[in-house]
Every structure is written in C-alpha cells, then in structure tokens.
C-alpha cells in the first residue's frame, strides 16, 4: 500500500516504515545464515570456510545490484512525495529497462571472472572446489537477485516496505527447506546450498512483480509512459551507479582484508566466516533504519520540506544509536554462543576466533548508526556521488590495515580493521552531510519562492 511519508511524527513513520524492512533484512540475512549454518553443521568447517572465502567479493558484486536498484528508486520517491505520478512512471519504466541490461552484462562478466576472483583472494587448494561451486551459482543468479531488489525498492519508494518483507519472508522459509533437501537429500554440497538461495530469492522477485500487477495500480506503467528518455536514464544512472559502486568500493576493502585473512589459515577463515555472519546480521537494523530516514528525505525533499528533512535525520541517528547500545552488550557478551549456530562446539580455536572479532566490533556499534544515517541521507536528497566516496575512504581504509598491520600483528589486526574504516568514513561523512544540507536548503528556498509567486 502507497504511503506519503510527507506529513506525521518522522519517529513514528521511520520506525513504521523501518519495522518490515528490518524483518526482511533479517530473513535476507537468512538466506545466507541457513547457507553457512546447514553447511557448517552437517559437510564440516572446511566446506564453511569455501562458503565463506569468497563473501567479500560476493558483497562486491550483490552489494553493486542492491546499490543500483535502491538509487533507481531514489527519484522514483522524489517524483511519489512531489505528487507528480506520470513522471514517476516513467523513471520505473526507464530503470527496468536499465534493470534488465545490468542484469545481463553483469552476469556473463562476474561469471567469466570468477577463477580469477578466487585465486586473487588467495582460496587455498583445500577449498577452491567447494568455493567456485558456490560462488558460481551466485553469480549466474544475479538476475533473481536484481528483479526482487529493484521490484521491491520501487515499492518502499511509495512507502510500503510490508509487502517485500511478506514475499522475502515466505521464500527465506522456503530456502531453508530446500538448503536441507539440495544438501541432504540430492547430496550437491556447497552448490546446493546456493541453488538453494537463488530460486528462493527469484521467487521473492517474481511474487513482487504479480503483486504490483494486480494490487498496485499507482506503479502501473501505462503506454504513454513507457519510452525510454535520455534524461531520465541519466538521472537514474547518476543515482544508481554512485550507490553501486559505494557498496562495491567498500567490497574491495573488505575483499583485500578477507584475501590477508584468507592466508592466515582455516581456522581463522572459519572463525572470520561465522563472526562475519553474525555481524551482518546486527547490522540489518542498521540498514532498515538508515533506508527508512533515505526514503523520509527524499519524499519531503519532493515536496519542498525542509525543516522535516532535518528531523527526520536527527530522528534517524536517535534510533540508530539506541539500537547500537543493544547490539553492543549482545556482541560483547554473547559472541562465542552465538557462533555455535554455525560452529560445532569442539572446535574451540574457531570459536574463540569469532568471539574475539564480535566482541571487538560490538564496542564501535554504539556509533555506527552515524555513517549509516548520514551515508543514507545524503543519497535521498540525490547526491549519491557525494555519499560514494564515504565508501572509499572506507577502502582506503581496510586496505592499509589489511597490508601494513596484518603481516605484523596477523588476526588481531584482521578484528580492528573495520572499526578503523567506520571511524575514518564518519570523520567524512559528517562533514558531507552538513555541506549537501546547506545545498539543498537554498535550493528548496529558491523553489518555494518561484511556487509562491507562480501561485
């Protein structure tokens, strides 16, 4: 159901919006977490670290999709808050289309590379089978993978984040099941795994586009409107490429700190692999919240409302730094139990590797509600290329820890290397975010003029 964000209590309608979301993060999360804990449990560490030695790059090339599809969106809310619905309509037309060729060239380009991705990371002789079997079904996925994220970004867009979380919950359930069945029943090991989450995930994809077909007409594409503009393809670029890359420069960080994990050895590949999981499952408040404030802003930045701008990034970092508190006392203090959802008991040395890497990482989470939010506002107001280099200095980053402190301190260095990367986005971000503000606020001033002596 379509929702104007444009009037109310910005806590109320973040938190509304952000609860679904949430939940669909997590059952997203999910997808993964069922992967890694049915792998984990029933084929043995080894076949967990092949799962886990190429997420990196997977969060590259995923996290490149989720970015474009959620910055097609972008004017795609613009245009819903400014009440200007056949101009909306054309943007959904013109990023489908855009949708659907991303698809296919970055299928056949990921898929043709992924030898090459796997030897860069270092994926020893032990794991390289498992690993390109995984990883290439992820790859050839890709497609499923950019249909329910683009689908169900154009629905948050109107301020429905329910009925993406009802789709992905459905099929996160169903992924578990057929995790079980392709591992256990048809016996394929780690590819069933990821046969497993892609046909859950383009299911998900296909059920959002029946349920815009026949519940949403506001979506509705009609003939007039389906042309494709040079304008609104470059704007839909201009928004969608920035957040790719944000996702995918900040892989790279990541890539290049799990390549120095990766020669470490299994057991720190292990242990890095199940505290990553529960890490990215922490955050999913994180990113609920932060696309809650994204879609509150560029809603009322359409409708020319600055001062609800304002509140609703304050109520954002509010949120966020509630939640971080809580995550905080579960990660230090619950970390070693937690990996037991992925690791045997018996295996202490992997244990005791997850657990020192959440414990550290949960002492920064109280903060890191602030990259998120800021990282997140500055892409609704529409300056995505702005928010893209918080990315690269998240980089930047990762990767001298990763080169200069690994060799000489090995995993301890591996456990602080995020936190150094948030600490330094943030330090940029902030200062972003202001500047992009002050920005925005004269030029909504200058259109509430025109308006008014227009009117």
């Known amino acids: 159901m379509a929702k104007t964000m444009t009037t109310g209590s910005p806590w109320k309608l973040i938190l509304t919006f952000s609860i679904p979301l949430l939940l669909g993060n997590l059952f ?33 090339i995923l996290g490149f999709c989720m970015g474009i599809a959620q910055g097609f969106a972008i004017p795609i809310a613009q245009r819903f808050g400014a009440g200007d619905k056949y101009a909306m309509r054309q943007y959904i037309y013109n990023g489908g289309v855009l949708t659907a060729v991303l698809a296919l060239i970055i299928t056949a380009i990921s898929a043709l590379l992924c030898p090459t991705i796997l030897n860069i990371l270092q994926v020893n002789n032990e794991l390289y089978n498992d690993a390109y079997a995984y990883l290439i079904v992820i790859l050839l996925g890709i497609p499923c993978t ?28 169903l992924n578990i099941g057929l995790d079980f069945f392709c591992i256990l029943a048809l016996h394929w090991g780690c590819a069933g795994a990821a046969i497993a989450t892609i046909f859950s995930q383009g299911l998900s994809g296909v059920l ?36 790719g890359l ?4 900040t892989a790279i960080g990541s890539m290049v700190m799990q390549s120095s994990n990766n020669a470490l050895g299994t057991t720190y590949v292990s242990g890095f692999t199940a505290g ?6 922490m955050m999913c408040p994180f990113d609920a919240i932060g696309a809650g404030v994204s879609t509150f802003i560029s ?11 304002r509140k609703g990034y304050k109520s954002g970092i509010a949120i966020s730094t509630l939640y971080g508190l809580f995550a905080c006392l579960v990660m230090v203090t619950l970390g070693r139990t937690l990996s037991m959802f992925f690791v045997s008991a018996e295996e202490s040395a992997v244990l005791d ?11 920064f989470y109280p903060v890191l509600g602030l990259l998120i939010v800021s990282r997140m506002s500055i892409q609704g107001l529409g300056y995505s290329t702005t928010a893209v280099f918080g990315g ?18 090995g995993y301890d260095a591996i456990t602080w290397a995020d936190q150094t990367a948030w600490t330094s986005a943030i330090l940029y971000l902030l200062p972003a975010y202001l500047y992009c503000m002050k920005l925005v606020s004269q030029k909504l001033n200058q259109e509430s003029i025109l308006n008014r002596m227009n009117g």
């Open 28 to 60: 997203q999360q999910f997808y993964n977490m069922a992967d890694a804990a049915i792998v984990g449990q029933t084929l043995g560490s080894n076949a967990l670290a092949s799962v886990g030695a190429s997420s990196s790059v997977q969060f590259l």
């Open 146 to 173: 950019l249909l329910y994220n683009y689908l169900s970004s154009i629905l948050r867009a109107i301020g429905d984040s329910r009925t993406p979380f009802l789709f992905l919950a459905f099929s996160a359930i």
């Open 208 to 243: 959002c586009l029946i349920y815009i077909a026949k519940k949403v007409p506001t979506l509705h594409v009609h003939k007039p409107q389906r042309t494709l503009s040079h304008t609104n393809i470059l704007t839909l670029l201009g928004m969608g490429i920035p957040m």
């Open 246 to 249: 944000q996702f995918s420069i």
């Open 276 to 281: 990553m999981r529960i890490k990215q499952l």
């Open 299 to 309: 809603q009322n930045y359409g409708a020319l409302q600055l001062e609800r701008i």
């Open 353 to 363: 590797a997850s657990a020192l890497y959440l414990r550290r990482m949960g002492y």
């Open 392 to 409: 690269v200095v998240e980089m930047i980053a990762r990767t001298f820890v990763s080169l200069v402190f690994v060799p000489m301190f």
